[in-house]
């Protein structure tokens, strides 16, 4: 996959919404793994979602389960981040990423990164 390029954070106070976007460059988005990772400063990077393909599969970090959606649209190569319910544990640059490879249960091995895009959520 060409560079990826994150779009859409920024400072929300808790409770609110984002919806973050990584815009793909080059040929056949569609065949890539596609999903989300952040990264708090002095922490790990986390997984966050990751979807299929075809936009057929998702999984989900448990803390962000039922509050985070992940969604892609081929057509645009572009794979969306939908944050809800956001809280300051949410706080984090926020990473998109993409593996040539179907194994979407299996949440590391990605290859291509983007710069990143900065959440702040409030309290």
């Known amino acids: 996959q060409g560079q990826l390029a994150e779009s859409g954070g920024g400072l929300v106070q808790a409770g609110g919404s984002l919806r973050l976007s990584c815009a793909a460059s080059?040929?056949?988005?569609?065949?890539?793994?596609m999903a989300w990772f952040r990264q708090d400063p002095g922490k790990e990077r986390e997984f966050v979602a990751t979807i299929s393909r075809t936009g057929g599969n998702t999984d989900y970090a448990d803390s962000v389960k039922g509050r985070f959606t992940i969604s892609r649209d081929n057509a645009k190569n572009t794979v969306y981040l939908q944050m809800n319910s956001l809280k300051p544990e949410d706080t984090a640059v926020y990473y998109c990423?993409?593996?040539?490879?179907?194994?979407?249960?299996?949440?590391?091995?990605?290859?291509?990164w983007g710069q990143g895009t900065q959440v702040t959520v409030s309290s």
């Open positions: 080059g040929r056949s988005f569609s065949l890539y793994t």
């Open positions: 990423a993409a593996k040539y490879s179907p194994t979407w249960t299996i949440r590391d091995g990605y290859t291509s």
